[in-house]
């Protein structure tokens, strides 16, 4: 069973009253992914928010938003987003002071002693232990080759020539942020995204009319709010944790594992959804067969485009386009020190955008 749907079959938990949702990224993967990798700098990608988390904020803007799909209603859209967050650790004012003015981890006396060493991180965790998949392949797509063809050897040294590749001061920056340094020292790298960030998303009463006297009544769309912590030091790399909170009982997964209790029964259910293999848990082949599928219905003409994403995907494509552009109100809500208010931030940058096309 998926969470969603215990979460919208009333009988489980009743109302959802707040949800908090953490995003473990993982101490290594962040300093790979983040500092050193590909994702390092907004200016040349995008917040941290977007590329690790948009995952998450989706996840949560599908749970809270979106009815039933045969409910007829619309989405019950947020109130207020607030956000704060910044880049905590890597940056040049934590670094060790045994490291000295070294900027590689090859040339770095405290490298043994260091938790960032590149070295640790890329041969003793994954090559020295035969893995040339992610994130050893990431420096060097060609050491999966190499391992194969070469032996260890070989591939350990194409992995140390890649570390060992620095810029200096009077590096142009176009030349620096236009590739990875995965051997730099995460406390000299250029990165400027945040490695600890915290959304609140507020919803209030949408109270829908009675069929019979026209009074205002809630039917499940009530004041909610969920909280939803990204955070680069965790043991855990990627694996999803939370707890959701109801009036009839609350519910608290992970992901392998969903935990529901019952107050009145005292009672907890488990369930163990289906883990697919492959990337992002099998998402990444669930949703490109699932997209196929949609397209396979809209194009033979069984179904209208609208209706072939939601019976495919799950959703549709104002719902994918809102919760992206929740994390730029979320952005704003941070780096501007404010509360956002969602349907007049949405009327001022998505709305006024649009007609203005």
């Known amino acids: 069973m998926m969470l969603r749907d215990l979460v919208l079959e009333k009988d489980v938990i009743g109302d959802v ?15 790979h992914s983040y500092v050193r990798g590909n994702w390092r700098k907004e200016s040349k990608t995008a917040p941290s928010l977007l590329t690790k988390s948009c995952h998450d904020i989706d996840f949560i803007l599908w749970m809270l938003c979106s009815p039933p799909a045969k409910s007829g209603l619309g989405p019950h859209l947020p109130s207020y987003v607030t956000s704060t967050g910044s880049r905590k650790f890597f ?13 590689n981890c090859l040339s770095c006396p405290h490298e043994r002693d260091c938790l960032y060493s590149a070295p640790k991180i890329y041969h003793d965790r ?19 080759e190499i391992y ?3 032996g260890a050897a070989a591939a350990t040294k194409q992995l140390f020539k890649n570390l060992g590749e620095d810029y200096a001061a009077d590096t142009p920056v176009a ?19 945040c490695d600890d960030q915290s959304v609140t998303i507020t919803w209030d009463d949408d109270p829908l009319l009675s069929e019979d006297d026209g009074r205002p009544v809630l039917k499940g769309r009530g004041a909610k709010t969920a909280q939803i912590h990204m955070v680069a030091f965790t043991e855990k790399i990627c694996e999803r944790r939370g707890r959701i909170y109801g009036t009839k009982g609350e519910i608290e997964y992970d992901s392998t594992t969903i935990r529901v209790h019952d107050f009145a029964t005292g009672k907890t259910e488990v369930h163990k959804p289906h883990l697919a293999a492959g990337g992002h848990g099998g998402g990444d082949e669930g949703l490109a067969r699932q997209f196929l599928m949609a397209v396979e219905a809209v194009d033979s003409k ?19 386009f809102r919760s992206h552009a929740m994390v730029f109100a979320a952005e704003d809500a941070r780096t501007k020190r404010q509360v956002v208010d969602w349907k007049q931030w949405w009327a001022d940058q998505v709305e006024a955008q649009l007609h203005g096309l």
């Open 17 to 31: 009253l707040s949800v908090e949702h953490v995003e473990p990224v993982g101490w290594w993967h962040f300093s």
């Open 91 to 103: 940056r040049k004012e934590r670094k060790p002071k045994a490291a000295g003015d070294a900027t």
């Open 126 to 144: 994954h090559l020295q232990q035969g893995n040339t998949d992610w994130p050893v392949k990431i420096v060097n797509p060609e050491i999966e």
């Open 148 to 150: 194969k063809t070469a």
């Open 175 to 193: 030349e620096v942020e236009a590739r990875p340094w995965f051997g730099r020292c995460v406390w000299e790298a250029d990165n400027d995204v």
């Open 302 to 320: 069984c179904m209208s485009a609208a209706d072939a994403q939601r019976e495919f995907l799950g959703c549709d494509l104002e719902e994918a």
